[in-house]
């Protein structure tokens, strides 16, 4: 069961940086604070390319993996 718990945390720890990379990699949408700091000011609103779709595909993918293990870990603290 230890083993699990430390490998669960490993996880989570790789995935949160690895999210913290994947979102700083998005290009800003407008409107926000990226405008604010000067990014996005020709921004297209048409649709986004294959390699924009691809990042949020896997940023969503990681996020999933990433909630999955605080889940697993909370489900462990409760009943181990």
Not at 3 to 10: C, E, K, S, T
Not at 30 to 38: K, R, V
Not at 39 to 48: I, K, R, V
Request: charged share 10%.
């Amino acid at each position: 069961m230890n083993a699990v718990r430390i490998g669960l945390q490993v996880l989570l720890v790789l995935g949160g940086l690895f999210l913290t990379m994947l979102i700083l990699l998005h290009k800003g949408k407008g409107g926000g604070l990226s405008d604010m700091f000067g990014g996005g000011m020709s921004s297209s609103l048409g649709g986004s390319s294959v390699a924009e779709r691809n990042l949020d595909r896997i940023t969503i993918s990681v996020a999933v993996v990433w909630f999955t293990c605080i889940v697993g870990l909370g489900i462990l603290d409760r009943f181990a």
